[in-house]
């Protein structure tokens, strides 16, 4: 049997088709998105599939048909002409000091300045050297150009939190980007990818007439994988790893959904797979948190610090479109930046209003991961004690073991990492719940109100009230006269309601009562 190659990693598309990579066939919808029109702007999460994307399309305008043989492009398109593109790759100048930003900049436009032998002016502008660009490549070929812009966001993230600089960058920026509105006629195509939405960066002034796919539904699967796509152009590799993994190919199939499922990128709620994980767990053949072992979000968990954000409100979110579209260069709400950097996506939608969520088991184990050994630095042997608890309780029911380990686990917090309130320790349990990969669910809406915690256990589900300061009297009297237990009983598993009382003084457990 061949073994199958997967393009971990590897983001230009002519290396995926001559080294025989497994390629998803993104390209019908990539041939209706260039004879539909030539300005587009799409925002996606890092690493999935945006520059991979724009390498398909630049192959694509520089005529390269041997490329799309067998893919639906190859079918579609008739006329393969051979158009000048200008590919700009924006995270190369991700600007550490603004020094490297400008010189990388000053060495991308270079290159091209040297292909067509046009000499470097050094004291022109990017604006002014990206516009005589345009014209001779336009005037030597007689065809219209292509300008391919990937992450276009990239310097401008990078200086957040460094006001000066931030201004500086955005205003060479804006100065590149100026020209392509007013070229319109010595252009085929322009398009910009980014994890950020365009409108609020302040660097589009002059061009305000690119068309924003981000939320459309036509092209809610330009990037990552459906389900469809998994089932059938991935079936071999799901097949390989059921074999590895000792298990069918539908138990395999339904574990890598669970992961890495579950994002949905306009109200039309298609399945989308994150890209970059699924084919790392095909090639792999094993489950990880593949996508969120890329990047150590340091800088979330301090968002989440700094607005007072749990993780616990991240599975009951409802807003409408705009708050989509927020700056996230001067953040003044945190929901946006999960949004468009893939930790919460849309869970449902009805007339207006979107239910955000966190997207898939890898997402919400990472999370739990992160703020756990972010909000509760104690020693690792700790945390190693209560998983191990953990897993008796979910292997043997084994409630008592599970309880006396968190309430050491609770009571090993330093006072200066604990806030004084139940919300505090009801996130603080779900984090290290989800961080253990327990299908956990926090403020799960009844009739009557919330319940805290919902877990749900192979041998039992738990649904858990807990009282700061209290008595583990009143979490039971409103775990019983709310019910919050009545949707789960048609489940089949048994379902006990679990109270808890965390004591001030000792910021632990003092009572716990299951029923």
Not at 44 to 73: D, N, Q, V
Not at 125 to 143: D, M, V
Not at 211 to 238: A, F, K, V, W
Not at 239 to 252: H, K, L, N, W, Y
Request: charged letters at 25%.
């Amino acid at each position: 049997m061949t073994d199958l190659i997967y393009p971990v990693g590897e983001q230009d598309f002519a290396n995926v088709r001559n080294d025989q990579m497994v390629y998803i066939d993104k390209t019908e919808v990539l041939y209706r998105l260039v004879k539909s029109g030539k300005y587009y702007f799409l925002s996606r999460p890092r690493r999935f599939g945006k520059s991979l994307m724009l390498s398909t399309l630049r192959y694509y305008f520089e005529g390269r048909r041997e490329l799309f043989e067998g893919l639906a492009m190859g079918r579609l398109e008739q006329q393969w002409t051979a158009h000048p593109v200008i590919y700009l790759d924006m995270s190369l100048c991700k600007a550490v000091k603004l020094e490297f930003f400008l010189s990388m900049m000053n060495d991308m436009l270079a290159d091209y300045e040297r292909d067509y032998g046009i000499p470097t002016v050094a004291a022109d502008s990017y604006g002014t050297r990206l516009k005589r660009l345009i014209n001779t490549a336009y005037e030597r070929t007689g065809q219209g150009v292509a300008v391919l812009i990937d992450e276009y966001d990239a310097p401008l993230l990078d200086s957040t939190g460094k006001p000066e600089q931030l201004d500086e960058i955005r205003g060479y920026v804006r100065d590149l980007y100026s020209p392509l509105k007013g070229l319109a006629a010595r252009l085929r195509f322009v398009m910009l990818t980014g994890i950020t939405k365009f409108s609020q960066l302040s660097i589009f002034s002059e061009l305000n007439n690119l068309l924003n796919i981000s939320m459309l539904p036509d092209y809610e699967d330009i990037c990552g994988i459906t389900e469809h796509e998994m089932l059938t152009q991935l079936r071999p590799g799901i097949e390989r790893m059921a074999q590895s993994q000792g298990i069918t190919f539908d138990e395999c199939a339904a574990s890598l959904k669970e992961y890495y499922d579950g994002y949905h990128f306009s109200r039309r709620l298609t399945d989308i797979y994150n890209p970059f994980s699924l084919i790392a767990a095909l090639s792999t053949k094993e489950l990880g948190l593949h996508w969120f072992g890329t990047g150590t979000p340091t800088w979330l968990l301090e968002l989440l610090k700094q607005f007072r954000f749990e993780i616990t409100d991240m599975d009951s979110i409802v807003t409408d479109e705009s708050r989509f579209d927020k700056p996230t260069t001067q953040i003044t709400d945190v929901v946006p930046v999960l949004y468009q950097s893939g930790y919460l996506t849309i869970k449902d939608y009805d007339d207006g209003i979107y239910y955000l969520g966190i997207p898939n088991k890898e997402v919400r184990i990472g999370l739990g991961k992160s703020l756990t050994e972010y909000t509760t630095p104690e020693p690792l042997e700790r945390k190693t004690y209560l998983q191990l608890a953990y897993t008796k309780l979910v292997r043997q029911g084994d409630l008592d073991g599970f309880m006396s380990r968190l309430t050491d686990f609770f009571h090993s917090i330093p006072y200066d990492a604990t806030v004084a309130s139940e919300k505090h320790y009801q996130s603080v349990l779900y984090a290290v719940l989800a961080s253990f990969g327990a299908d956990v669910m926090a403020e799960d809406r009844t009739s009557d109100g919330r319940a805290d915690i919902v877990l749900r256990l192979p041998g039992g589900i738990y649904v858990v009230e807990l009282k700061y300061g209290k008595t583990v009297a009143e979490a039971m009297e409103q775990l019983r006269r709310k019910d919050y237990a009545a949707k789960w009983r048609g489940d089949g598993r048994p379902v006990h309601l679990l109270g808890m009382n965390i004591d001030p003084a000792t910021r632990t457990i003092d009572a716990w009562q299951c029923c």
